[in-house]
T-cell receptor, first 114, second 117 residues
Framework: GDSVTQMEGPVTLSEEAFLTINCTYT??????LFWYVQYPGEGLQLLLK?????DKGSNKGFEATYRKETTSFHLEKGSVQVSDSAVYFC?????????????FGAGTQVVVTP | EPEVTQTPSHQVTQMGQEVILRCVPI?????FYWYRQILGQKVEFLVS????????KSEIFDDQFSVERPDGSNFTLKIRSTKLEDSAMYFC???????????????FGNGTRLTVT
């Protein structure tokens, strides 16, 4: 079945450091890929998405490129801030007509220190 | 920005009791979902709901679970006879119809932490 694997955390960084969170997936078809973020005490928020191979999703300085050849969707940010401290979830949806049934990775906690 | 709201934020119940988790989706959204996250585990899909009926459900969503949209604004998850292993964070989500894509990304609530003792 479909699955998402992402790097374990916590990832601890200093402010202005470069962040990469690895995410790989297995899927039978051509899934849509997502990164969600969960700030402390809040729900999951969509950070960015990509719906087909070579698409690049971007938002708030974060980027991820849908790589079909390596079945990856790694999240990157060039210069993190303390406010980026959160749990980041990679997810996929195999649904053709709906993005509602998501398969999530385990989440990666990111801690950014001043 | 419109939000999905969930109440209560924390619910404690005894094993065997019925519990109802409540959600108010974003008002113009048409698709509704429940997910759960057991502590230390992945966020898991439970059920999707559209046009007043279940669209899809996971293996987790057995006869002990039910969902309802009792009025135009609320969306509820009922667990009839709670078990210890039902302890988890339960997330409600909603999405709207998108003319181009047929759907849109999910908007999640902040979750209800259910503790079964």
């Amino acid at each position: 079945g479909d699955s998402v694997t992402q790097m374990e955390g916590p990832v601890t960084l200093s402010e202005e450091a470069f962040l990469t969170i690895n995410c790989t997936y297995t899927a039978t078809g051509y899934p849509s890929l997502f990164w969600y973020v969960q700030y402390p005490g809040e729900g999951l928020q969509l950070l960015l998405k990509a719906t087909k191979a070579d698409d690049k999703g971007s938002n708030k300085g974060f980027e991820a490129t849908y790589r079909k050849e390596t079945t990856s969707f790694h999240l990157e940010k060039g210069s993190v801030q303390v406010s980026d401290s959160a749990v980041y979830f990679c997810a996929l949806s195999e649904e053709i007509d709906s993005w509602g049934k998501l398969q999530f990775g385990a989440g990666t906690q990111v801690v950014v220190t001043p | 920005e419109p939000e999905v709201t969930q109440t209560p934020s924390h619910q404690v119940t005894q094993m065997g009791q019925e519990v109802i988790l409540r959600c108010v989706p974003i008002s113009n959204h048409l698709y509704f979902y429940w997910y759960r996250q057991i502590l230390g585990q992945k966020v898991e899909f439970l059920v999707s709901f559209y046009n007043n009926e279940i669209s899809e459900k996971s293996e987790i969503f057995d006869d002990q679970f039910s969902v309802e949209r009792p009025d135009g604004s609320n969306f509820t998850l009922k667990i009839r006879s709670t078990k210890l292993e039902d302890s988890a964070m339960y997330f409600c989500a909603s999405s709207e119809w998108d003319l181009d894509r047929g759907n849109s990304p999910l908007h999640f609530g902040n979750g209800t932490r259910l503790t079964v003792t």
